[in-house]
């Protein structure tokens, strides 16, 4: 719902959370950037969706209310046609004893809608307004199962006797093979899956999503349809369609509730056709903030200080699939300010980054990390981003550019933050330069986020006490008093239990782990009968300081200089990780899942 400009600052001097002069600022903002002031309010974080439908909502006197789509019932849903509802972008989330209908709107002002939602349901309603957010995600409930509507597809399919080799039917962006990929795409952003893979098998064609970095098969469908269906996404990423013998990358846009995603195709020949493997990006996502992606305490002020400095090197490091472009994306979007130049170098271009200038990697036309970067350098850049430092070369252009006055980001590939120092020692690079140059190192995992809704706490008794002491390596005195102390640092710094249940004392004295989180093995609706819903990161982040920077220059291993940083108040991964478990963030099965045993 589009609010007018006008009405939006009327909202905002009502609400008394602004001054003329904040206002007078936005109106600027709104006028030379040529965007609607509702946005501008919501990309700044000055309101949320929510907060300002709420105003919206109280000065047009409709109350707001919060829908969850997973619990509006079915009958409810029999009541309003599909086409209506979504034309009018209104549903049906209640009906009480008196058989007065609960009606959710996106705009409840739309006299035409409100004619012809009242002709198809009576005039007894009682509307309410809602954001188009959730609203989309309510809609999304008119939907049966993936199983059963592309079961529907592929039986037309084969009422029209279209076979894999028709061309028409697999550019047609109504023929039933075009349907099918819709729906495999709509579903897996409706799942939350970052991946969709179509692999074939002897068989059948197998669909699976990587929910919350888990695989879970969604769909088996007929070996018939494999070649069209792959066809049908070349031909929508611009692939070669008679090209099955080698590897190809592509990408291509789809719009599902509203917002706008990119999906990066890569296809690989299979002992039984092709496999093609979809990365779903959310091009309409803001970026997170630190304390949202899981930063807290210690960890989170020595990054703030970390990405202000004028120059530098700053270090993000873990296993593919850990989370570190989101990271990044998170610190740049952070940085990103008029007065400031930010250039990146990326394989692939994963978050589009507004205001910043992006680059992607191609080795055929010259476009290497190496030769990338020498050309960002005669750029006139203040921040670099270089998707990864893979080799000697890139490593060396990365710390000249730290030193002559650049605040340089990348990745490595390790397994935590001290051994990301001597694996640029590996690389070539000179101890007295990294020493230098590094401002900071994180290694970082993604683990999965307990549903706020099903998830449980559990008494310990001593047996299983014993079995967190020797999976985490802790001393039973000395370690057990560190972690409960940093338990309570994080409940003082913002790190809240992941349900909105009572919050607790860890344990009775500083020596005891008395309760932890579980996730229900059942799950429920909320979670998809999971019992986890979104991940969130562990982290441990290293600074430099003197004694780092003499460890370095005396080339000592990787083991010392985590000891010597867990001496000076470094949290390890596993250990922040405990900590999250403890908070009722997740669990102490998914940071052993992710970790590295020590």
């Not at 002491?469 to 809240?496: P, R, T, Y």
């Not at 099965?589 to 590295?596: A, D, F, I, K």
């Amino acid at each position: 719902m589009k609010i007018p400009d006008n009405l939006v600052q009327k909202l905002l001097e009502n609400s008394a959370k602004f001054s003329s002069t904040q206002i007078r600022e936005l109106r600027e903002k709104e006028e030379s950037q040529k965007k609607p002031l509702q946005d501008i309010v919501i990309d700044e974080k000055l309101l949320t969706e929510k907060e300002l439908t709420r105003l919206y909502g109280d000065e047009i006197n409709v109350p707001f209310v919060e829908l969850n789509g997973t619990q509006i019932k079915k009958e409810y849903l029999s009541l309003l046609p599909e086409r209506i509802a979504k034309q009018y972008k209104a549903i049906i989330f209640d009906i009480d004893e008196n058989k007065n209908i609960s009606l959710a709107m996106e705009n409840p002002d739309d006299v035409q809608a409100l004619t012809i939602l009242r002709k198809q349901l009576g005039n007894n309603l009682n509307i309410f307004i809602t954001t188009s957010s959730l609203l989309q995600s309510a809609l999304d409930q008119y939907r049966e199962n993936i199983g059963s509507e592309l079961t529907k597809v592929i039986q037309t399919q084969r009422e029209n006797e279209e076979t894999e080799e028709d061309e028409g039917a697999i550019v047609a962006e109504d023929s039933p093979i075009a349907q099918s990929v819709n729906l495999i795409i709509e579903y897996a952003i409706q799942s939350g899956a970052s991946d969709i893979h179509i692999e074939p098998r002897e068989n059948y064609l197998l669909i699976r999503y990587r929910i919350d970095g888990i695989l879970r098969e969604a769909n088996k469908l007929p070996k018939k349809i494999v070649n069209s269906l792959v066809s049908r996404i070349k031909i929508m990423s611009n692939l070669k369609i008679d090209e099955h013998r080698a590897p190809q990358d592509g990408r291509f846009k789809v719009e599902v509730g509203g917002q706008t995603y990119a999906l990066r195709v890569s296809t690989l020949p299979i002992l039984d056709g092709e496999k093609m493997v979809l990365r779903i990006l959310n091009e309409s996502s803001k970026s997170a903030d630190f304390n949202e992606l899981g930063f807290w305490g210690k960890a989170l002020d020595e990054l703030n200080t970390a990405i202000i400095q004028p120059h530098g090197m700053v270090l993000v490091t873990g296993p593919t699939g850990s989370g570190k472009s989101t990271t990044l994306f998170s610190v740049l979007s952070k940085l990103n300010t008029p007065d400031i130049n930010i250039a990146t170098i990326e394989d692939p271009v994963e978050y589009n980054i507004v205001g910043a200038n992006q680059t992607q990697v191609n080795p055929a036309a010259g476009m290497t990390f190496s030769n990338g970067l020498r050309a960002l350098l005669r750029q006139d850049p203040n921040v670099i981003m270089v998707g990864e430092v893979r080799d000697k070369e890139t490593a060396d252009l990365a710390i000249q550019a730290a030193l002559t006055g650049h605040l340089v980001f990348s990745t490595l590939h390790t397994n935590d933050a001290a051994t990301c120092l001597p694996r640029l020692l590996d690389m070539g690079v000179e101890p007295f330069l990294i020493a230098s140059t590094i401002r900071i190192v994180i290694a970082q995992r993604l683990v999965r986020k307990l549903c706020p809704n099903c998830s449980f706490e559990i008494k310990v008794d001593d047996a299983i006490e014993k079995q967190i002491i020797k999976d985490f390596n802790l001393d039973q005195k000395k370690d057990l008093i560190l972690v409960n102390e940093l338990e309570k640092e994080a409940a003082q710094n913002g790190i809240n239990p992941s349900n909105n249940k009572a919050d607790k004392e860890l344990s009775s004295t500083p020596q005891e782990i008395k309760r932890i989180w579980q996730a229900n093995k059942d799950g429920c609706d909320i979670c998809n009968h999971s019992g986890y819903k979104g991940r969130i990161g562990i982290y441990e982040v290293l600074p430099n300081n003197e004694n780092l920077q003499h460890m370095i220059l005396e080339n000592k291993s990787s083991e010392e200089i985590e000891q010597n940083a867990t001496e000076e108040g470094m949290v390890k991964i596993r250990i922040d990780g405990l900590i999250k478990s403890l908070r009722g963030q997740t669990t102490i099965e998914e940071v052993l899942r992710v970790t590295v045993a020590d």
